[in-house]
């Protein structure tokens, strides 16, 4: 077997589904990371990912609204059938906890206003699902997402790998839902 799997096998070769497109979303007020993976019966596959950046902008409401747009951009092209968003940690600044707040609004609103339930798990539980330890560091996370999804191309920014790692949590979760309902 190669090393370098493209697929996380939760069910067996043999079961067939229909894919489910998960777009995951790492929020921050300045970078906003977006990863994208297909769940097809018993496999996960990549399909894109990127960085919302608007450190340029000064005025977080400007920030909000181009953080916004872009990603019901991103939403438009890649069209995800479910979606979730990594939720809130224990911050030792309140004011970037709130600023972060305000992000995590703007993300669950472009996601529901496509008409997506929005998922949220905390970081701790996404670094289970992908690393299998709840406190994983951001590189054993990284490389784990790399491992299981193969090449992924380079991301000038971890945003986008964390966003990764929580579709690939999510679409985790849906599969074990699906079992679960059988």
């Not at 090393?3 to 489910?20: E, F, L, M």
């Not at 609204?65 to 990594?86: F, K, M, N, S």
């Amino acid at each position: 077997r190669s090393t370098k799997k493209r697929w996380i096998n939760w069910r067996g070769p043999d079961s067939v589904k229909p894919t489910t497109r998960v777009i995951g979303i790492d929020p921050g007020t300045r970078f906003t990371g977006w990863g994208i993976v297909d769940a097809v019966g018993g496999s996960i596959t990549f399909v894109d990912a990127g960085v919302i950046n608007v450190s340029n902008i000064e005025a977080l409401p400007d920030r909000l609204v181009q953080i916004y747009e872009q990603l019901t951009a991103v939403i438009a092209r890649h069209q995800p059938g479910a979606a979730a968003a990594e939720g809130l940690f224990h911050h030792k600044n309140s004011m970037s906890a709130l600023k972060l707040g305000h992000a995590r609004g703007v993300v669950i609103m472009a996601l529901a206003r496509a008409g997506l339930v929005v998922g949220e798990y905390a970081p701790g539980e996404v670094k289970r699902a992908v690393a299998g330890y709840g406190r994983a560091g951001k590189e054993e996370v990284a490389r784990m997402v790399s491992l299981q999804l193969g090449p992924i191309g380079e991301h000038k920014r971890a945003d986008a790998t964390d966003a990764l790692a929580v579709a690939m949590c999510h679409a985790l979760m849906l599969g074990t839902a699906a079992r679960l309902s059988l």
